[in-house]
T-cell receptor
Framework: AQSVTQPDIHITVSEGASLELRCNYS??????LFWYVQSPGQGLQLLLK??????LVQGIKGFEAEFKRSQSSFNLRKPSVHWSDAAEYFC??????????????FGKGTLLTVNP | DTGVSQNPRHKITKRGQNVTFRCDPI?????LYWYRQTLGQGPEFLTY????????KSRLLSDRFSAERPKGSFSTLEIQRTEQGDSAMYLC????????????FGEGSWLTVV
């Protein structure tokens, strides 16, 4: 069965500093990979996704992620963090479920705190 | 396009009562998903529909849970005889093959069972 590990439960960075959130996945085939962000009490907003092709994907809000098959990783990065980036970040792997369908399996999330 | 809409956003109910949540997917999205999220955890898959057909159900979806999607439009998730362990946020999402199958989530419906 597929699984996602986000090793860091909580990360604190200063505003303007760079950010990297780690994500490792386990899946027996080529994965679909996603990063979502969730503000307190809110739903999930898609930051970026990887289906195939270029392993470095660009997302919204200045985020990017790199798929590394050899390391089973899909780490999220941002060169300069803004206070508004404070939220919880979820990595997810899409497991195929019949044809082109898939369902998402999420990690437990990484809570990002941004210090002024 | 107004996004995935969920109602009610918050529900407090007494143990043993039935509750129903409604989800309106993004217009013309033929796939609809339900997930559950408890505090400190990532969302967990419950079930999904393609049009009106319920194609997969998680083992998390006990007999007290039922989901429907009549006519392939909106969906309802009903929980019968609620238990305190049902307290969670219930997230609905939708996708369309035309849009590359990306799954978009709603704001969620919070359930508190007292």
């Amino acid at each position: 069965a597929q699984s996602v590990t986000q090793p860091d439960i909580h990360i604190t960075v200063s505003e303007g500093a760079s950010l990297e959130l780690r994500c490792n996945y386990s899946y027996g085939a080529t994965p679909y990979l996603f990063w979502y962000v969730q503000s307190p009490g809110q739903g999930l907003q898609l930051l970026l996704k990887y289906f195939s092709g270029d392993t470095l994907v660009q997302g919204i809000k200045g985020f990017e992620a790199e798929f590394k098959r050899s390391q089973s990783s899909f780490n999220l990065r941002k060169p300069s963090v803004h206070w508004s980036d404070a939220a919880e970040y979820f990595c997810a792997v899409g497991a195929r479920s019949g044809g082109s369908n898939y369902k998402l399996t999420f990690g437990k999330g990484t809570l990002l705190t941004v210090n002024p | 396009d107004t996004g995935v809409s969920q109602n009610p956003r918050h529900k407090i109910t007494k143990r043993g009562q039935n509750v129903t949540f409604r989800c309106d997917p993004i217009s013309e999205h033929n796939r609809l998903y339900w997930y559950r999220q408890t505090l400190g955890q990532g969302p967990e898959f419950l079930t999904y529909f393609q049009n009106e057909a319920q194609l997969e159900k998680s083992r998390l979806l006990s007999d007290r849970f039922s989901a429907e999607r009549p006519k392939g439009s909106f969906s309802t998730l009903e929980i019968q005889r609620t238990e305190q362990g049902d307290s969670a946020m219930y997230l609905c999402a939708s996708s369309s093959l035309v849009e590359g199958n990306t799954i978009y989530f709603g704001e969620g419906s919070w359930l508190t069972v007292v």
